[in-house]
């Protein structure tokens, strides 16, 4: 199973920077951003691609309804992202989120040679990633969630007669009580959103059940071992108090490969 970390894009450049290169050091796969609103997460993905040289390099994940291909097309180029590294992030929410998304794709293909991850939440999205996708991308959900989304995905694969796509699950990842306070809160924002609200309820359980989270190393070396065989790589994004390096890079070598 592969390893990868995941930073908030808003986090500053210093802390992207160690981060990646002493993820890189442990031997993680592969490093990404989310994409806020208020950051530009291929900007923010440049910060850890000029520090590093073996990384895949994962943007998790641009909206298509606020921008579209021909705009991520031309921040993949204006920031140099290294295309062989590069996991583009892509996703839609409805109204027509399988529409956007398989159009989306089709686009990016003509345009830039790189991998394309699909956010996929619903069955439906999961099976439409494993047609078109050359890697899905889950979020906030189970082990156990996790294995039955990525057979719908395989299922989609097959029924486009290729390749299964690579499964990534962002799992949200806090140590200690600061991170876990911001965890709550972070979970209860997402439990607000429609989409998500669903995603919860047909799981059967609560945001922060989905996290790898607790007060030791020895709670977070116990909460990565539930994963293993249940996705393809496990991106754990990091939860922390303030947002520093030293917390930051806490996380990285306590959730670091075995």
């Known amino acids: 199973m592969g390893h990868g970390f995941a930073l ?4 500053a450049a210093d802390v ?9 050091a442990l031997g993680y796969t592969s490093f990404w951003v989310n994409h806020p609103g208020s950051t530009d997460g291929l900007t923010a993905l440049a910060q850890a691609a000029g520090v590093t040289s073996r990384l895949d390099l994962g943007v998790g994940v641009i909206p298509l309804h606020t921008r579209g ?13 290294p295309l062989a590294r590069l996991l583009l992030g892509i996703g839609s929410p409805n109204p027509k989120s399988l529409e956007r998304v398989r159009d989306g794709v089709t686009e990016l293909r003509k345009h830039v040679q790189t991998r394309i991850i699909v956010a996929a939440l619903g069955p439906k999205m999961c099976r439409l990633a494993g047609e078109v996708a050359d890697g899905v991308l889950f979020n906030w959900l189970t082990p156990e969630y996790a ?3 990525a057979e719908l995905v395989r299922e989609g694969a097959a029924a486009a007669k290729r390749k299964p796509p ?13 991170g876990l306070a911001r965890l709550g809160d972070e979970g209860g924002r997402y439990a607000g959103i429609p989409a998500y609200a669903a995603h919860f309820e047909r799981m059967g359980v ?3 059940d989905t996290a790898v989270a607790g007060q030791t190393p020895a709670d977070i070396k116990a909460g990565i071992a539930r994963w293993k065989g249940a996705v393809d790589e496990v991106v754990f994004r990091s939860i922390t108090g303030r ?7 806490e996380l990285v070598r306590v959730a670091k490969p075995s």
Do not use: H
């Not at 992207?16 to 890189?24: F, G, L, P, T």
């Not at 690579?166 to 200690?176: E, H, N, Q, S």
């Not at 520093?244 to 890079?249: H, K, N, R, S, W």
């Open 147 to 149: 294995k039955r989304s």
């Open 8 to 11: 908030f894009a808003g986090i």
């Open 16 to 24: 992207i920077q160690a981060s990646a290169r002493e993820a890189e």
């Open 69 to 81: 291909p021909a705009s991520i097309v031309e921040g993949a180029k204006a920031t140099r992202l």
């Open 243 to 249: 947002d520093t390096a030293d917390e930051t890079l």
């Open 166 to 178: 690579v499964t990534y699950a962002y799992v949200r990842l806090a140590m200690g009580a600061p």
């Open 206 to 208: 609560k945001p922060v």
